[in-house]
């Protein structure tokens, strides 16, 4: 059910999700990151992509399917908004989200997306670094990218 939150309140819960970091085998910490952005505001599609070195297309690796970052995943969207995930200056990744409001993001909401990107930007590349270690796999031919929790084996 949507329900809209503050944007302190919905980024605190993005910050406790990430802190803690559990992931459950059909369940990532990134798949909790877009069911809350989704249900607490108006988006009605959230992917998380990451550029790797060597790579033309970003690698899905949170509710991205098949989907190239810049192509609307689903029919009736009005408004798109695409926001770069980076470590320092270095790009690694971005974070796409849809509506189907006509212009429906506002300041708030390009602060909010912003603030997630830049977290997910330290949490996809920090300690364990999976996920950046298993899409510059799947890039480079070693395998399908899946969604997937940082810290698996």
Request: charged content about 25%; proline content about 5%.
């Amino acid at each position: 059910m949507k329900r809209y939150s503050s944007t302190r309140k919905l980024f605190a819960e993005i910050e406790r999700v990430l802190r803690e970091n559990e992931p459950s085998f059909h369940r990532s910490p990134l798949d909790e990151v877009i069911e809350l952005l989704c249900q607490g505001r108006h988006y009605s599609w959230l992917g998380i992509y990451l550029t790797t070195e060597g790579s033309r297309h970003p690698q899905p690796v949170g509710a991205g399917g098949d989907t190239h970052p810049g192509e609307l995943a689903v029919s009736g969207t009005r408004s798109k908004i695409l926001v770069s995930m980076k470590l320092g200056s270095r790009k690694v990744g971005i974070l796409a989200a849809e509506s189907n409001g006509e212009n429906a993001f506002v300041g708030e909401d390009r602060v909010l997306l912003e603030r997630v990107a830049a977290r997910l930007g330290r949490f996809l590349a920090g300690p364990g670094h999976y996920i950046v270690r298993r899409a510059r796999g799947a890039a480079s031919g070693a395998g399908p990218l899946k969604s997937a929790a940082a810290g698996e084996p």
